[in-house]
């Protein structure tokens, strides 16, 4: 039992001892290590460092004929960064395991004094990086940023640059064994490095004042050996120009008042030019103003109650068949939301990249962003919880700046059970350490039917009170009988809070026709929404949809031969791009809703 707890605290030192990450990186002095990089696959992990050899990092050279080294990157094949190895490869297509990759670079400061640091936008799922022959550090979470200072151990020439990713399933890990997506292994997010001042600003958090319109406060926090000094904060649009004093934590709080704001909106997607200086360092952002809050059983946004009209959303371009992960992935599909008439999207289910929440920031679409707190985890396990406060905080110190995001989710259809109310508790209460401002929620599935009456459903778990908006997930129509149900079927929310109906949605190949009652036509989806639309306007306390999904997406849990064949096949829009018949009704839905 004791050596049990042992293992149990180091590994929560481990996670919390995890750099702090650095704000806005696109915002700073940047290089891209993308494009290609070689590597090889290790599903033994045979190259890793142990008791009787030094590892594959060491990069070693055959100098003398008779040297056996039994590896050889500079004859090893490409693969490029960033992208999942899934789609890049035939081979790998199904690999889940160990993958090394190597950089050769060169770097120069441009001063002498300044600091370099590695900067990962995600690795799924277990990463560590190695520079030189000497380890850096190790991250585990498919979704979130990471970055290591190198500053010590990088060189001027033929820097050598190692990570193993390794996407094994785990039942500790978030998500755990089974998910319906694509489990994309590798780099799939930019690589960077960043230099940066001897004393820099390592992150900042400016936003309105919670019930406030008026009022601008956050912090800004610096990292180097000179934390005491004066910041400066520009909004010049808005005529702001206020100095701070840090204290001994290199910490300064900030309040700044204004009468003129233009708040953000779907309407007004308006964003302000930030800019921050301290002595060494300056940074410039783009952040919205707006207020978030419930009020009984409605959301308002800047003071008026808003519906949302909402779209989920994997982070995969359907068409290139991969994970998705540039600014013109970001566009393509945040478009497709907008031309379905969205004001809001669910990015389902874990963080993506940051690139989603900066184009939701222009576009004017607002945001909920999740953590992957799965179907069943181990709710027992400290070390499982540990992950998900983990994620949940990096995904908060990612965004925490973007106008866009609306609310933080902590998880998505678990069972109800005491186990899983204690550690979603856990999370809300995280959460609420890190952001006051925004509403927190998760995708419930857990109610019953009224035994008199089959077609009554009611929605009771306990874990609601724990949330500021319930989302609930129901398919009526596709997992629970025909579309002819919806037309029965009644709700009771047992809760006067907002409701969204965070999932509900029915398959169908593109281009497969048949009658309304022919499974997995076009004419059965749209028929299918047609009716859970007419339900789902007589819910309790509505103020927002969210069907599922926006596009077809890579599964390896739908195995129909010439339907699915290995596709989630709920989009509205099919894997080649196509609209099918479902999506003209939801956008007509939305057209009539003011």
Known sequence: MKQLFLSFFF????????????QNPYGRNYTFLNGKWKFEVDPYKSGKKNEWYEGIFMDRKQNYKWERIEYNFDKSKTIYVP???????EKLFYYEGLLWYRKIFDYKKS?????????????????????????????KGGFTPFNFEITNYIKEKDNSLFISVDNERKAEYLPALKTDWWNYGGLNRDVMLIELPSTFIRDYFIQLKKDSDKEIEGYVKLDGNKLVQKILIEIPELRIQKEFSTDENGVAHISLKTENISLWSPENPKLYQVIIKSNEDEIKDEIGFRRIEVKGNKIYLNNKPVFLKGINIHEENPIRGNRAYNIDDAKMLLNWAKELGCNFVRLAHYPHNEFMTKISDKLGLMVWSEIPVYWSIDWNNPITLNYAKQQLEEMIQRDKNRASIIIWSVGNETPNTPQRHNFIKALCEHVRQFDKTRLISKAFNSFYERKENSFTKI??????????????????????????????????INFNKPVIISEFGAGCLYGLHGDSLTIWTEEYQED???????????????????????ADFRSPTRLLPEIQDGWNRKGLISEKGYKKKAYYVLKKFYETIR
Request: proline residues 5%; negative net charge; glycine residues 8%.
């Open 11 to 22: 590994v929560y030192i481990l996670i919390l001892a995890q750099e702090p990450l650095i």
């Open 111 to 139: 001063n002498p004094t300044n600091r370099i640091f590695i900067y990962v936008g995600a690795a799924n799922y277990e990463a560590e990086i190695f520079l030189n022959g000497h380890t850096i550090g190790s991250h």
């Open 83 to 89: 992208g999942d190895w899934n789609s890049q490869s």
């Open 459 to 492: 929605f009771d778990d306990s874990t609601a009170n724990l949330m500021d908006v319930i989302g609930l997930n129901e398919y009526v129509g596709w997992y629970d009988g025909l579309p002819d149900k919806c037309l029965k079927t009644k709700w009771e």
């Open 528 to 550: 299918f929404y047609k009716k859970s639309l007419e339900m789902i306007s007589r819910i309790p306390n509505l103020i927002g949809i969210c069907p599922w999904i926006l």
